[in-house]
């Protein structure tokens, strides 16, 4: 039976796969890490298969589960049209893993169950629940409270909520970049977050823009503006400059003739050195350094990673890197930009973190917008099904408030959410949805043993999810702990707020004395 449990889960893995495959040219990494724990939502289907196999399943429990496979495709939906790749091929993932796990749960697996296959009664268990969710329904009363703290919370860090910038999607450790940082400002190591970048139309154009913007930071440097900056023309320097270096270097007759004078009175003889007047000879006559010579050194990958080819040419990149800190201050941006300008070939300081922090900002806008989109697409879809504004709320509102309360949680504490946050949100939503609607439906469809069958289900499919996402919330990698964090007890909260919240049920035949 635990194997079988697997089943959907592997079903819906593959196809989600398989989908991705064939909607993109490639499936991201994050796409399998992130997606193969969503449809961890299926593994719920077969507990209540499992669980609630004693009465009809195909007419009892499959019409909640597909209206709960809905609501969650209505909202994983809202990801497709992103502009951000891996979350429109995590919504793409997500429907097709969770419609493929469903529909093996309700064609396969009943098919496959063996005659003889036994597992533990959890009816008695399921007495014990149903008292409990008597005393949880008195209690109601506190979730206007709890609505309020979140609420107050929300407005209190409006400001800080969300985190807009791209390191927070970074797998290492905030501890472990802040140590980076201090490493590279003390080794003088160029900033990643500024380049000075100038294009031209060959590579020797290219070289020759980039000695002459170097001439005008080297100043920079000198008096202590910036810490220094990288070049591709230190490995590879531009014809021009090295035919002028050649110039300078004298004819062998006369090098010999400054050794015999500068070495007059000395134990050392010109004689000794003549390997260094040949040495001066071949540079002098030899061919100019190309980047074929540089061909299997450990110059070769420098000079492609600084000097590289693209549509409009050739680029050259000039990494900038500050003096007594990680970043560069403003002020010394402001004088990087100024002698950038005066250089006259047309170069920039690019801000790289800058950029991506704006745009992954506007990613993050988009998500968000996104889903609010399938929120509302899931209220209309249950508008429509279950045909009862109430019963709508009865469903809709555990949901929304344990995604606030999470969200005021992590307020509270002083974490700021990002786009990974919005990705748990939304699979709170889609398993929270399963069980407010299998309480709406004991409520309007009771029957004799349906009400414990269907809060043990609950509960176990529940304590499921909870263990493995807070297995995730310990992870030492941010972006797991994240998710894991907001969907362990997101969950919780919206089982236990459903249950405060759902209607009362005609009540169930008492348990025999014989158990």
């Known amino acids: 039976m635990l194997l079988l449990t697997l089943v959907p889960v592997a079903s819906g893995a593959l196809a989600g796969v398989a989908a991705v495959a064939l909607g993109f040219p490639a499936v991201h990494g994050i796409t399998l890490g992130f ?6 939502e299926s593994v719920d289907y077969a507990i209540y298969l499992f669980i609630q196999r004693s009465g009809d399943f195909r007419s009892s429990v499959w019409p909640t589960i597909r209206l709960g496979v809905l609501t969650s495709i209505c909202g994983f939906a809202a990801l497709l049209p992103s502009a951000f790749p891996g979350l429109s091929q995590l919504g793409l993932y997500s ?54 703290l979140a609420g107050t919370l929300l407005y209190l860090h409006r400001g800080a909520l969300w985190s807009r910038e791209l390191n927070a999607l970074s797998p290492i450790r905030a501890a472990d970049m802040q140590l980076d940082e201090q490493l590279r400002a003390a080794a003088g190591l160029p900033d990643a977050g500024y380049i000075v970048a100038v294009t031209a139309a060959d590579r020797e154009a290219a070289l020759a823009a980039a ?55 000395l134990p050392l003889t010109t004689a000794r050195l003549e390997p260094f007047v040949d040495a001066v000879q071949r540079a002098r006559e030899g061919p100019l350094l190309r980047r074929a010579d540089l061909e299997g050194s450990s110059f070769g990958p420098v000079v492609d990673a600084l000097l590289v080819r693209g549509p409009a040419g050739w680029s050259a990149l000039l990494p900038v890197s500050a003096r007594d800190s990680a970043n560069l201050p403003d002020s010394a941006v402001t004088q990087v930009r100024s002698a950038v300008a005066s250089a006259s070939v047309g170069a920039e300081l690019l801000d790289l973190k800058g950029e991506a922090d704006r745009l992954y900002s506007g990613y993050l806008s988009e998500a968000v917008r996104l889903a609010i989109g399938g929120f509302v697409a899931i209220v209309l879809l249950l508008l429509i099904a279950l045909r009862s504004a109430a019963r709508v709320v009865r469903v809709v509102a555990p949901l929304a408030l344990s995604v606030l309360t999470v969200a005021a949680l992590f307020a509270a504490l002083g974490h700021a959410l990002t786009i990974l946050h919005v990705v748990g949100m939304l699979l709170i939503v889609a398993v929270g949805s399963n069980y407010a609607l ?66 009362p049920v005609t009540p169930t035949t008492p348990r025999p004395a014989s158990g």
Do not use: C, K
């Open 95 to 148: 429907i097709a893993g969770l419609a493929a796990a469903a529909l093996v749960t309700r064609f396969v697996l009943p098919e496959w169950l063996p005659r003889a296959a036994r597992i533990r009664d959890l009816t008695a268990a399921g007495f014990y629940l149903e008292r409990l969710l008597g005393r949880l329904r008195a209690a109601r009363g506190a979730l206007l409270v709890v609505a309020l």
């Open 438 to 503: 299998f309480f709406d439906r004991a409520a309007t469809h009771p029957e004799s043993r349906s009400l414990p069958l269907t809060l043990a289900s609950l509960v176990v499919a529940n304590l499921a999810t909870v263990i493995a996402f807070g297995v995730l919330a310990a992870s030492s990698v941010p972006v797991l702990a994240h998710l894991g964090a907001t969907v362990a007890p997101g969950t919780l909260l919206a089982l236990l707020f459903a249950a405060m919240l759902s209607p």
């Open 35 to 40: 997606g193969v724990t969503l449809i961890g």
């Open 211 to 265: 000695d002459a913007v170097g001439a005008r930071l080297t100043p920079l440097v000198d008096e202590g503006v910036i810490g220094g900056f990288d070049s591709p023309t230190r490995f590879l320097p531009s014809s021009a400059v090295q035919e002028a270096r050649r110039r300078t270097l004298p004819a062998a007759a006369v090098l010999r003739a400054s050794l015999d004078e500068g070495l007059e009175g």
